[in-house]
């Protein structure tokens, strides 16, 4: 039986998508998104969506939060826990491709139209040379992109549990008051979901008073309805922190193929982060300011850059120029 799709995913810290990838060209089909809360394996998800759309595939890719080191992947803001050899036994399917979140995302950027992203400063992006990805979700996902000729090679990592650096006094209260809290304080305690609340309680903290129980929905809708002064201010050095964090990407590997921003919580508030201190920031690295001025930075706009990149990761292990 010769097979004209696969099965390719994208698990996060809350959801799970799933869909069908037509091998031939990468388009996707059938997307439906499970609630991790609600479900006690990612087998069981992907049995429950394979039993409910009557599809059969032999081959799947699937792409999750967190590190993937070998067999056994455990994901790092969710409690599930399996062996991809085990799980692919189990579904009956010739290959099962387990890969890291951004990587997926990394590999979804060739396949990008100019309608699935929106520049935002920087000059045309020049072919060949390194790329960057890189997201606020339920965690803070990067990677890096490069092309070898015929193909692209995704470079993933952890870049988003490098220490946080502070760049200002009201930043350096804040983080000392985070400090208190946690520990070791990453950039994505800052740069993510739960990272939005912590910058909302370290700023009303740092200012000696008592932070509301805020959830980010409630942050980030404040914030742009201009009915928190407090949300206002947190929202506003967020959009800072995700620009000095892109810079420091793109100084890391000459990324002047461009920088991706992905992730679920920049697209609710687009305008905002368009018209924010963001792309100053990006720029403000002091004798490197020129050297910033010119590497565009994209927001993926594209509603599954996840699923798209899975697929296009897989095709492209199985001999499909990219």
């Known amino acids: 039986m010769k097979y004209t799709h696969a099965l390719v995913g994208d698990v996060g810290g809350t959801n799970a998508r799933l869909a069908l990838c037509e091998l031939a060209t990468g388009a996707l089909s059938h997307i439906h998104t499970y609630s991790g809360l609600e479900h006690p394996s990612l087998e069981a998800v992907v049995s429950l969506y394979l039993n409910h759309y009557q599809v059969a595939v032999d081959n799947a890719c699937i792409a999750i939060a967190c590190p993937i080191n070998g067999d056994h992947v455990t994901m790092t803001n969710h409690s599930w826990a399996f062996s991809i050899s085990e799980m692919q ?3 009956g399917l010739t ?12 590999m979804a950027v060739p396949m990008l139209t100019d309608s699935d992203r929106l520049q935002l400063g920087g000059s045309a992006p020049l072919a060949g040379k390194p790329i960057a990805i890189y997201g606020a979700g339920t965690g803070l996902g990067v990677a890096h992109l490069v092309n070898t000729g015929a193909r692209w090679l995704s470079l993933p990592g952890e870049g988003g ?18 400090r208190s809290e946690l520990g070791h304080v990453s950039a994505e305690r800052f740069l993510s979901g739960p990272g939005l609340v912590n910058l909302y309680r370290g700023l009303v903290k740092a200012d000696g008073r008592e932070p509301e129980p805020l959830a980010p929905k409630e942050i980030t809708e404040r914030a742009v309805s201009s009915t928190c002064l ?56 002091g004798r490197f300011n020129s050297y910033l001025k010119e590497i565009p930075v994209f927001l993926i706009t594209h509603h599954n850059p996840g699923l798209l990149g899975a697929g296009a990761y897989l095709r492209q292990s199985m001999g499909f120029t990219i």
């Open 230 to 285: 407090d949300c206002r201010r947190t929202l506003s050095l967020f959009c800072v922190l995700m620009g000095r964090f892109a810079g420091n990407l793109a100084l890391n590997l000459g990324t002047f193929g461009g920088v991706y921003i992905a992730g679920g919580i920049v697209p609710r508030f687009q305008a905002f982060f368009v018209n924010s201190g963001f792309r100053v920031a990006f720029e403000d690295k």
């Open 95 to 106: 290959q099962l491709q387990v890969i890291n979140d951004f990587t997926a995302v990394s």
């Open 89 to 91: 036994r189990n579904l």
């Open 161 to 178: 549990h490098v220490d946080f650096a502070a760049n200002n006094a009201e930043e350096d209260a804040i983080l000392q008051v985070m």
